[in-house]
């Protein structure tokens, strides 16, 4: 049961988004996330939209994919929306009853806020949906590069989180091991309340946590043998390189930029 | 020419508790190009003995040589370590990358290999060990047997001139174990690497050239097989068994009949069953 978890949530495709320098998506949708809170007008929100419906357009992901990614923050919106209807003192007052006052603004803020949501969470599943785990590993730790200047472990930090990536199926295949054996000796997982089921979990931690450390131990060993000696003198067998789609996209960012800011000062 | 070559080597784990020595004084010279096989139960040294030999553990006492470095100098530990490649029990706590091509990679990329040759190494690795269809695939969908071709093929890719192999089949099923048993020998008879294989079943030593028999961290026994398995008594003194054939043999000539001790596989020991009772 627990293999069906799925993990990255990647898609894999061959479409221009997905075959982009890990970098080029990262770097894109971080400016992406400045451009959409720089977005003040309703045509700058137009384009960003615009931009964004594209992108998904060109990755071939389906829409229903996207929506499904967005419905665990449904609540969130739904909050956020609220919270700014009935908190926004506008002028115009479209409602008034007991001690509640709805605006025009208030409507107006509310449903920006939650289309910037929903805008900034799409764009962000974007990413993920199109770029491999490990890719953007290997690509966050090139980004990352030049902070090694000033001591910080970026090599280090990606190793570690692409062995995380690569142990999550190991250790649940583990769980549903240790699940099975202990439910052979009765103990149960799925009944009680919410403390029982806390309880229950403990004969399933345990056991979990001793065996990644003792895998971790002969991780280490192993990879020592295989004259791992950290970042210093590595090679790679996979170089990212920035292709020609890659700068044209950038410029394409950048130029985004540019046209929010111009819209932004001309209050659009 | 000797590959790995230990003097006098002592070891202990920690010299405080006084559980003593883990290795006694252990002389052993290990030839190029041979496929060695070092048998004994658990607790015997032999997992221990064969960390010595890429510097994962050092020496309490004594010396230990890879192709005439000392594996205390860590100047030379680099070198050491891709003269002599390791693979380990538990493939999964071995396999590092998430894509086949990525985990045979590891080794090169840490000494440094130039990315265009990695790649001919990877595949040459690959197809050495028959995994190559599999480059692209996620280790954790494959078999036992098949991960642990890829551990070696890890190894290989390196381009050691010698692999010790520490149980490496204990955690396969009777088919993976096949597997990579052959691919080991054919590595050792194609490739000319030299193979060091520790192991507790018998079944995997028959075909090695040597056959070297630990028990509570010393040597007792050092031969071909066909010169150590005939050691009957010895061998079922330390708790260890020997092959069914040789088992059968033994019984027999109790029983007055005249069987040759040294007839190990199953072939042989039909053949000299049929000159006795036909």
Known sequence: MLKDITLGQYFPGDTLVHRLDPRTKLVMTILYIV?????????SYLAVFLFLAISIGVSRIRLKTILSGLKPILILILITAILNLLYNRGE???????????????????????????????????LTYTTSPLQLTDGLEQLLNPLKKIHVPVHELSMMMSIALRFIPTLIEETDKIMNAQKARGAEFDTGNLIQKAKAMLPLLVPLFISAFRRADELATAMESRCYHGGE??????????????WITLIVGLLMLALVIALRRLGL | MNIIRTEKLDFEYDAESGRGLVLKELDLEIEEGSFVAILGHNGSGKSTLA???????????????????????????????????????????????????????????????????????VDEALKAVGMYEYRNHAPHLLSGGQKQRVAIAGIIAMRPRCIVLDEPTAMLDPSGRREVLDTV????RENGITVVLITHHMDECIDADRLIVMADGAIIADGSPREVFPQVELLRDTGMDVPATVGLAWELRKAGYDMPLDALSAEECAEALYRVFG
């Open chain 2, 51 to 121: 960390k010595h030999m890429n510097a994962i553990l050092l020496p309490t006492g004594g010396k230990v040589f890879v192709s005439g470095m000392d594996t205390s100098d860590e100047e030379r530990l680099l070198e050491i370590r891709r003269t002599v490649g390791m693979v380990f029990q538990n493939p999964d706590n071995q396999i590092v990358a998430n894509v086949v091509e990525d985990d045979v990679a590891f080794g090169p990329e840490n000494i440094g290999i130039p990315t265009a040759e990695i790649r001919t190494r």
């Open chain 1, 233 to 246: 003198g590595r090679t790679k067998l996979k170089v990212l390189t920035m292709e020609r789609r890659d």
């Open chain 1, 35 to 43: 451009v959409l809170f720089l977005a003040k007008g309703p045509i």
């Open chain 1, 92 to 126: 115009t007052v479209l409602l008034r009853f007991w001690r509640i006052t709805i605006t025009l603004e208030g409507v107006f803020t509310a449903l920006t806020m939650a289309l910037r949501i929903v805008m900034l969470i799409a764009g962000t599943l974007l």
């Open chain 2, 185 to 188: 020998h054919r590595l050792n």
